[in-house]
């Protein structure tokens, strides 16, 4: 469809086109925010130097350039945050899922396509589509892939409000999507941020397996589930093994249980559907897996990332979960001679699991 040019640099117009054209490129919502970012610097620094960010040196790196996108990309005057939804499937389905102690549940961002291709392509599509109407602008776009405070951003931009699991949420549309950036040197006027609608409701503090919310609207990663089973490289702490259950690749309890998420709507992005049955194998499947399988299985998958051996470690430890069955005792057993310290000690943990009497 072709775009009818910008006479004038009417900036209030073309926020609006810029929503229209992000709409146009898959995206449910397109909101603006200014580069500063006020109390949530001071949160991020009170969260690294509380040692939530456990080993993600990376979320340290870079320090207030996090919060201060004019410093990360000097010239930045505003930033346009877009969010996407990527629920695959309804959650009865995900509960049933979760619910059955001999299927590994997968949490539902990572069932398709990894996303931050994806995201990308459509940012930069959108940042072209501007530049062809305004002429050349400066811009970076951004997914999770940059020292950018996204969630920070996004409240900003009116997408929607920082629940007490620390996810963003919108009135609408609940909370299960991802999150985009374009940095851009336009001065584009910042939109109105929502108010807080979580009241007094507790719903994700309490469901939480680990307890990883401490208090409201703060993780500390280092027990939550998603950074357990994701960024953890060495051994899971064994108290916090138990609370894991089936879950072997993220959580996304605290996002099951909030009132919001009723609102959620399925995707529309055919990318974000499960691929590999990956939202309906069981354990013993994936386990059986070799590295070559693994790989194979899990091409253009966020799940590759954590590799073969992590992905046994988070395996072992959910089978170990598992009410006591011949199958998964022997499965471990074959297992307990396996090359990786990693792998061997956690198989050795549910075996140990598996054959209390
Ligand atoms: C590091 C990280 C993680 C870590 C830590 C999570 C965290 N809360 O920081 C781990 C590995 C645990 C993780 C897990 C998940 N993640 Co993650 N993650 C990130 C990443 C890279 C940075 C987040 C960050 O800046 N953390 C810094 C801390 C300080 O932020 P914070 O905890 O949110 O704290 C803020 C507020 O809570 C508040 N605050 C803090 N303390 C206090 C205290 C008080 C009293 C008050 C009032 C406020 C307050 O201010 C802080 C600053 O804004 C972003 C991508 C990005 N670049 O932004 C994705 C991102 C946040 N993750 C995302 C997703 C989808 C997930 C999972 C759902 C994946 C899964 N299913 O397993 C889970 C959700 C777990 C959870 N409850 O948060 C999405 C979230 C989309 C959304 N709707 O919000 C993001 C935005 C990626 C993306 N591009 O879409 N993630
Ligand atoms: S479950 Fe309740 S407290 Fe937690 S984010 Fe949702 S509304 Fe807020």
């Known amino acids: 469809m072709p775009h009818a040019a910008i006479s004038s640099p009417d900036f209030a117009e073309l926020k609006e086109r810029i929503r229209e054209w992000?709409?146009?490129?898959?995206f449910q919502q397109i909101g603006f925010a200014g580069v500063d970012l006020g109390e949530h610097e001071t949160r991020l620094i009170e969260w690294l130097a509380a040692g939530f960010h456990g080993e993600m040196d990376y979320m340290a790196r870079h320090g207030v350039k996090r919060s201060r996108p004019a410093e990360l990309e000097p010239g930045t005057l505003s930033v346009i945050s877009v969010r996407m939804d990527y629920l695959p499937e309804s959650m009865r389905n995900m509960k049933e899922a979760l619910a059955d102690p001999a299927a590994a549940y997968v949490s539902r961002y990572a069932l398709g396509r990894d996303y931050h291709k994806l995201m990308r392509?459509?940012?930069?599509?959108l940042a072209e589509t501007i530049a062809e109407q305004v002429g050349p602008f400066g811009y970076r776009v951004y997914t999770d892939s940059a020292p950018v405070l996204e969630k920070a951003l996004a409240e900003n931009a009116g997408l929607g409000w920082i629940g007490k699991h620390t996810n963003l949420i919108n009135r609408e549309a609940g909370s299960w999507f991802f999150l985009g950036e374009i940095y851009t040197n336009l001065p584009l006027?910042?939109?109105?941020?929502?108010?807080?609608?979580?009241?007094?409701?507790?719903?994700?503090?309490?469901?939480?397996?680990?307890?990883?919310?401490?208090?409201?609207?703060r993780l500390d990663a280092r027990r939550c589930i998603s950074y357990l089973t994701i960024e953890l490289k060495g051994p899971i702490p064994e108290p916090l093994r138990p609370g894991i259950g089936n879950r072997i690749y993220g959580c996304d309890d605290c996002q099951m249980v909030c009132p919001w998420n009723r609102f959620a709507r399925l995707t529309e992005e055919a990318d974000f559907l499960p691929r590999q049955g990956l939202d309906r194998a069981l354990l013993l499947e994936f386990f059986a897996w070799d590295e070559a399988e693994f790989l194979r299985r899990t091409e253009g998958s966020a799940i590759r990332r954590i590799g073969h051996e992590r992905w046994l470690r988070n395996l072992a430890v959910a089978i170990g979960n598992a009410p006591p069955h011949p199958d998964l005792a022997e499965a471990l057993r074959q297992r307990l001679d396996a090359a990786s310290p990693l792998v061997r000690e956690h198989v050795a943990w549910g075996l140990g699991r598996q054959t209390r009497s």
């Open 121 to 125: 392509r459509r940012l930069q599509r």
């Open 22 to 26: 992000g709409r146009a490129q898959g």
């Open 189 to 217: 006027a910042p939109d109105r941020p929502v108010a807080n609608h979580c009241g007094q409701c507790r719903a994700c503090i309490d469901v939480c397996p680990t307890r990883a919310i401490v208090a409201p609207y």
